[in-house]
């Protein structure tokens, strides 16, 4: 089953389970991947994450129901999720515009998000610099952070809190102290700290994320956590050289392009969505590498 066989598969089980509850391991499971990874990809793609997809999709049925049936509010609210005619109201408020009792009145005007299905689209005649390399297995070490996929959680809640948080306490600058010489098999531009995700199981609703230094002869790793990254083929996606300034646009694009275009038309498949993002400097100016763990997909 390819690609997108697999994301429609997924869709097809959220639309069918509006009404009642919707299981994000069990999405995971019919686009056969993880379900960090599922809502991570969803996200790039879609620009809206799933939770906000599903809440959409259940207010835009609430509201064709109560313009077409005589179902009490607290009935059409109890299907769809919400515990309380409150909590359904502020929502409906919140999406439409207007409250639910509104919503039956003749002309009244409400807003409709349809059900998403994934296609191949073309695109403009923009290349995509990448190349697939097979790595044996190498070590690295850091200090780690474990994260809810919903952003939920003590602070910092997420990988770019993380950052914040590493850089004002000195530990970045600690970590690229004690990295060593970078190891033969990368790049000698890189810099000394980087980032690795989905190394390990955490839970289901949970992802782990390291910045972490590659482990060499040299390296003091006293204090740190490291973890062994098995041999895989990886397919890595070189930035355009950039100033920091535009490093928010510029990673968030490498995403993008990489679940949204590359992903869905390449025949291969993400391990246990294991990435890394690796940093680099030229002349100057900084560049920042995406290396996915890949597989090729063997039934399409």
Wanted: hydrophobic residues 40%; contains cysteine.
């Amino acid at each position: 089953m390819d690609w997108l066989a697999r994301m429609n598969r997924a869709m097809d089980y959220i639309e069918t389970n509006l009404f009642g509850e919707i299981e994000l391991t069990e999405v995971a499971r019919k686009a056969c991947c993880s379900s960090y990874q599922f809502q991570r990809m969803f996200s790039f793609i879609t620009n809206v994450t799933l939770a906000e997809y599903i809440r959409r999709r259940r207010l835009t049925l609430a509201a064709i129901e109560l313009q077409n049936s005589d179902a009490k509010v607290i009935d059409i609210a109890l299907k769809y999720g919400y515990e309380s005619p409150v909590s359904f109201a502020r929502a409906f408020q919140l999406l439409h515009g207007v409250n639910p009792a509104m919503a039956r009145q003749e002309g009244i005007a409400l807003k409709a998000y349809p059900r998403l299905s994934f296609l191949i689209s073309i695109k403009g005649a923009e290349a995509m610099n990448y190349r697939i390399e097979t790595k044996e297995n190498f070590q690295v070490f850091g200090v780690e952070g474990v994260f809810q996929t919903n952003g939920g959680g003590e602070t910092p809640n997420t990988p770019a809190e993380f950052w914040q948080q590493c850089h004002a306490n000195g530990e970045v600058e600690r970590l690229a102290a004690n990295a060593g010489d970078l190891p033969s098999f990368i790049s000698q531009d890189l810099y000394k700290v980087h980032a690795v995700c989905s190394y390990k199981k955490t839970g289901d609703d949970t992802f782990p994320y390291m910045l972490c230094a590659f482990k060499s002869e040299s390296s003091k790793t006293n204090g740190y956590t490291a973890i062994m990254i098995p041999a895989h083929t990886w397919a890595i996606f070189p930035s355009d050289p950039f100033t920091w300034d535009k490093f928010d646009e510029t990673i968030e694009m490498l995403y993008r392009r990489f679940f949204s275009e590359w992903l869905p038309t390449a025949g291969y498949e993400q391990v246990d969505g294991m990435e890394f993002e690796i940093y680099g400097g030229q002349d100057g100016l900084n560049y920042v590498e995406l290396w996915f763990a890949v597989r090729k997909i063997t039934d399409l």
